[in-house]
């Protein structure tokens, strides 16, 4: 069974810098897609970047490009996402999901929200002014 925990939230002054974490557990083989997602009070989940683990691979929403960076401990299956010049609007709970596919491109599709099968349990970031 497939497991991710999150970790790495905290309150932050805008133009601060966190990096959250996401252990993963239980894959079956490397043909799996990971990806971060946002969801602030009273908005829809927004998907912010994803990598394909087998190949590294990686995509980035345009919402966060040049501030959010996703990358893998490919050794320990964990998954990161180093967030730079954060500001108020990046305040939201903050989960890492994961999906097995094997034939799977990385592109726009990586961010939706209904191709993935696991989520976390999600970890909150709050940035003051």
């Known amino acids: 069974q497939v497991q991710l925990v999150e970790s790495g939230g905290d309150s932050v002054q805008a133009g601060g810098s966190l990096r959250l974490s996401c252990a993963a557990s239980?894959?079956?083989?490397?043909?799996?897609?990971m990806a971060w997602f946002r969801q602030a009070p009273g908005q829809e989940r927004e998907g912010l970047a994803g990598l394909y683990i087998r190949t590294g691979a990686t995509y980035q929403g345009a919402s966060v490009k040049g501030r959010f960076t996703i990358s893998h401990d490919n050794g320990n299956d964990v998954l990161f996402l180093q967030m730079n010049n954060l500001k108020p609007e990046d305040t939201a709970m903050y989960y890492c999901?994961?999906?097995?596919?094997?034939?799977?491109?990385?592109?726009?599709?990586?961010?939706?929200?209904?191709?993935?099968?696991?989520w976390g349990q999600g970890t909150h970031v709050t940035v003051s002014a």
């Open positions: 239980g894959f079956s083989d490397r043909y799996y897609y």
């Open positions: 999901a994961a999906r097995r596919c094997i034939f799977c491109v990385i592109d726009s599709g990586t961010l939706m929200d209904g191709r993935y099968t696991y």
